[in-house]
Nanobody
Framework: QVQLVESGGGLVQAGGSLRVSCAAS????????MGWFRQAPGKEREFVSA????????YYADSVTGRFTISRDNAKNMVYLQMNGLKPEDTAVYYC??????????????????WGQGTQITVSS
């Protein structure tokens, strides 16, 4: 089992940057593909980005490609999401998630086994 805790959310102006982090506890972190999802009020949770178990492959939603970068440090059991060029439409609760069994590029919520509690990111215009 994996426990996930996000940190680094907050309020930022449009065009600004933030980095959110996710600390994982439990065994065999490197056997999980990791993903970031977000959920805005009144909307369904949506895929943002994912990274393969080794960290060698990254996947992004079209809406964040070129602005967000996912990374991981398997030695520290950490995954990160660097967000640049933030827009008001990026406002949401951001969740870290761990995927044990599916391919790293899986974008469905159902592919992920463990979830963090989420961190709020608000982008003001």
């Amino acid at each position: 089992q994996v426990q996930l805790v996000e940190s680094g959310g907050g309020l930022v102006q449009a065009g600004g940057s933030l980095r959110v982090s996710c600390a994982a506890s439990g065994r065999a972190f490197s056997t999980y593909a990791m993903g970031w999802f977000r959920q805005a009020p009144g909307k369904e949770r949506e895929f943002v980005s994912a990274i393969s178990r080794s960290g060698g492959d990254e996947y992004y939603a079209d809406s964040v490609t070129g602005r967000f970068t996912i990374s991981r440090d398997n030695a520290k059991n950490m995954v990160y999401l660097q967000m640049n060029g933030l827009k008001p439409e990026d406002t949401a609760v951001y969740y870290c998630a761990a995927n044990k069994w599916y391919a790293a590029q899986a974008m469905a919520v159902s592919a992920y086994d463990y979830w963090g509690q989420g961190t709020q990111i608000t982008v003001s215009s």
